[in-house]
């Protein structure tokens, strides 16, 4: 049951807010029945409400990750694929696992990604699962709805999946049966039915994702799966340009660019949104950002697969929606959202800089605003929840769903701060969560989320984590 509550005394609000509104100069916020319906300093509490005292601690909305694999969250660190490009990480550690995972293992898999991502204060999760197909014995889609209610966030299922076997998995260990196209829409659509809201402040939503479309997907069926999706409400997502095998891979069979191949075919648009982008001509920049097409940037798992930087900040300048997107903890053992904004706040300053000349060749010292603190935030929140369709969700003002972090920057990581509003994202580290709030509803307190025991979590997944090393041997 929602109760109504008043927030006071907070030492900064950040609001994911754009510009000059990045920074309320309020200390207080009133919650009710889900809704922020004041924000200003010194307000009295009402006799129905629960006050929550946030003296040295500051607020920030609740984080959108808007591209995960849940069920990557028991294949961290796996040896075999820690020193591997993407093309090899994926035959050595998704490709190798995945038949692994029955309903259970499922389950512990993405309670422990929802909790990691939870305790990062993340309130609206979208996971890309792919691991879908024909005669499978458990709902997969509904596990990760369950999940995701238990705990009280948001969450959108991206629903991935292929009609045909690509190259990489064109091995008897690594194959995994495909679906037809008509059984991939008949999926999505009974899914969507069941879990897809539309409406403000909506709790879940699904997106057609086919894994890679490039190569998930037969050229003849792009359009009618885009076409399919929009018929029924639906974004669109999927990888694209991660790694210049993408590039190879469009040059050498359709004879043009990866983002040249998707205009062709009708998979960009404002309800497009694609993980990763990193390696990008100026014209596909040119035409992501005309068409409004939005990326999910994943920095660490970018970087952890020697992909390489996306031009996330150039892309935000042509147009395109930027959000955050941690990706699977396979290729990010730390797959959370803190630390994914700490990450992309230094990475694009630091290339920035590595780019910058010497005078008189260049223009000397440059690129230390080449991201802001209040950029970065509002990229992982308000852009987040408008590209995923959450209307209502996604940054600080009265009429806005309370979904809202409480930092108690408590740790000696964060002593000294001259500007405390700054720490979180500065100072990386994980922070100490108070609370945290999704539609009014306070799902953590303490860093501890509502009726978990995370010693048996953390039981659980070291067994499971032995029993797939024995499976493996």
């Known amino acids: ?227 399919a999706a929009r018929s029924m409400g639906l974004r669109l997502h999927s990888h694209m340009s991660e790694s210049v095998a993408y590039i190879e891979h469009c040059r050498e069979k359709f004879g043009c660019l990866p983002i040249e191949y998707l205009a062709q075919n009708e998979w960009l648009g404002s309800d497009v949104w694609l993980a990763h982008l990193v390696h990008l001509s100026p014209a596909e920049i040119k035409m992501l950002g005309e068409t409004r097409t939005g990326i999910a940037h994943c920095p660490q798992s970018n970087a952890r697969l020697a992909d390489g930087i996306a031009p996330a900040p150039a892309l935000a300048k042509m147009g395109s929606p930027v959000t955050i997107g941690v990706d699977g903890a396979a290729s990010n053992e730390a797959a959370d959202m803190i630390s994914e904004l700490h990450f992309a706040w230094m990475l694009h300053r630091a290339q920035a800089g590595a780019l910058s000349r010497a005078r008189p060749e260049g223009h000397g010292e440059e690129g230390g605003d080449a991201t802001t603190v209040e950029q970065i935030i509002h990229w992982a929140s308000q852009s987040g929840a408008q590209m995923l369709g959450f209307d209502g969700v996604g940054h600080l003002a009265s009429g806005m769903a309370a979904d809202l972090a409480v930092y108690a920057l408590d740790d000696p990581r964060y002593f000294g701060l001259h500007d405390s509003a700054l720490g979180p994202v500065v100072s990386g580290g994980r922070p100490h969560i108070k609370w945290l709030v999704c539609g009014g509803r306070i799902i953590l307190e303490n860093d501890i989320p509502n009726g978990l025991d995370l010693e048996r979590l953390g039981m659980q997944a070291q067994a499971e984590v032995q029993a797939l090393l024995a499976m493996q041997s």
Not at 132 to 147: N, R, S, T, V
Not at 174 to 195: G, I, N, Y
């Open 1 to 227: 049951m929602k109760k109504n509550i008043l927030i006071r005394n907070a030492a900064a609000i950040m609001t994911g807010l754009s510009g000059e509104k990045a920074r309320s100069p309020v200390s207080d916020i009133r919650i009710e029945n889900g809704v922020i319906t004041e924000m200003g300093s010194g307000l009295r509490a009402q006799p129905d409400e629960q006050v929550l005292d946030a003296s040295r601690c500051v607020i920030y909305p609740g984080w959108v990750n808007t591209h995960h694999h849940l069920f990557q969250s028991l294949l961290k660190g796996v040896p075999s694929g820690i020193n591997l490009t993407l093309s090899p990480w994926l035959q050595a550690v998704p490709f190798s696992y995945r038949r692994s995972f029955d309903e259970k293992r499922l389950r512990i898999a993405i309670r422990i990604g929802l909790v990691e991502l939870l305790r990062s204060g993340c309130t609206t999760v979208a996971d890309h699962h792919y691991l879908f197909q024909p005669g499978q014995d458990f709902d997969a889609a509904a596990i990760l709805f369950e999940e995701a209610q238990a705990l009280g966030m948001r969450f959108m299922l991206l629903r991935g999946g292929a009609t045909v076997t690509r190259k990489l998995e064109d091995h008897e260990k690594l194959q995994q049966a495909t679906e037809t196209l008509d059984q991939m829409l008949a999926s999505v659509q009974a899914t969507a039915k069941h879990f897809h809201q539309t409406g403000p402040m909506a709790m879940s939503k699904v997106a057609m994702a086919p894994t890679s479309v490039h190569v998930s997907l037969p050229t003849q069926e792009l359009k009618e799966v885009a076409r």
